[in-house]
T-cell receptor
Framework: NAGVTQTPKFQVLKTGQSMTLQCAQD?????MSWYRQDPGMGLRLIHY???????DQGEVPNGYNVSRSTTEDFPLRLLSAAPSQTSVYFC??????????FGSGTRLTVV | AQKVTQAQTEISVVEKEDVTLDCVYE???????LFWYKQPPSGELVFLIR??????QNEISGRYSWNFQKSTSSFNFTITASQVVDSAVYFC???????????????FGTGTRLTIIP
C-alpha cells in the first residue's frame, strides 16, 4: 500500500519555467489537498479537491493551478515559476472520519 | 478565521527530561478536529493524534500524552522521558469543517523545533 506518492522529490527551476508536481494516492480518498511549507510559517493550503472534477482555492493559490480528473491523481501546476515559490510542497489525502495522509514532499527551488 | 499558535519556536531539553509543547487555537466552529504531526529531520510528516472537539479526555500513548482543554482552547503535547529520536519539528493543526462532505481543511501552527540533547 503506497499511500500518497509525490514526484519529483527535488526540483530546481529557472524563473519563468513551468512544471507540474505529481501527486497520486491509492486509498480511494475523495479529499486531496496541496500545502506549501516555508520556514517559520508552518504549512499553508494552496488548493484542495473534494472529489474528481471539483477543486477550490486555499489560502495561497496565486501562481498555481490544479485539476482533478480522477480520484487518484491531483497534480499541482506552476504556471510561471518565481523565486517566491521556492518551498517544500506536500500533497495530502483524507477520508472522513479518518485523518490525513501526507506525501513525502517535493523540495522546489526557483532560481 | 481559524488560527493556531505555537508560541514555543524552539525547545531544547536533556535526554530523559519531560517536555511539553503548547498549542493554543482559535475557532468559531463548534465542531472541529485537532491534530499533532511530527516532522523529523528526514522531512516527512508523521501523524500523531487526531482529537475531535467533543472529546476532552486526555490521551496517553506510550511516552506521549495530550491534554485537551476546551475552556482554554489548548491542546498541549507532553513527551515523557524524552529520547534523542524525539528530536523533530512538531506541528499542531486545526481543522475547518467542510459542511456536506465531512472533510476538513487544516490550519497549521508554525511549529516547535524540539532538540533532545544526549
Amino acid at each position: 500500500n503506497a499511500g500518497v506518492t509525490q514526484t519529483p522529490k527535488f526540483q530546481v527551476l529557472k524563473t519563468g519555467q513551468s512544471m507540474t508536481l505529481q501527486c497520486a494516492q491509492d486509498m480511494n480518498h475523495e479529499y486531496m489537498s496541496w500545502y506549501r511549507q516555508d520556514p517559520g510559517m508552518g504549512l499553508r493550503l494552496i488548493h484542495y479537491s473534494v472529489g474528481a472534477g471539483i477543486t477550490d482555492q486555499g489560502e495561497v493559490p496565486n501562481g498555481y493551478n490544479v485539476s482533478r480528473s480522477t480520484t487518484e491523481d491531483f497534480p499541482l501546476r506552476l504556471l510561471s515559476a518565481a523565486p517566491s515559490q521556492t518551498s517544500v510542497y506536500f500533497c495530502a489525502s483524507s477520508s472522513s472520519p479518518g485523518g490525513y495522509t501526507f506525501g513525502s514532499g517535493t523540495r522546489l527551488t526557483v532560481v | 478565521a481559524q488560527k493556531v499558535t505555537q508560541a514555543q519556536t524552539e525547545i531544547s531539553v536533556v535526554e530523559k527530561e519531560d517536555v511539553t509543547l503548547d498549542c493554543v487555537y482559535e475557532t468559531r466552529d463548534t465542531t472541529y478536529y485537532l491534530f499533532w504531526y511530527k516532522q523529523p529531520p528526514s522531512g516527512e510528516l508523521v501523524f500523531l493524534i487526531r482529537r475531535n472537539s467533543f472529546d476532552e479526555q486526555n490521551e496517553i500513548s506510550g511516552r506521549y500524552s495530550w491534554n485537551f482543554q476546551k475552556s482554554t482552547s489548548s491542546f498541549n503535547f507532553t513527551i515523557t522521558a524524552s529520547q534523542v529520536v524525539d528530536s523533530a519539528v512538531y506541528f499542531c493543526a486545526l481543522s475547518e469543517p467542510f459542511l456536506g462532505f465531512g472533510n476538513e481543511k487544516l490550519t497549521f501552527g508554525t511549529g516547535t523545533r524540539l532538540t533532545i540533547i544526549p
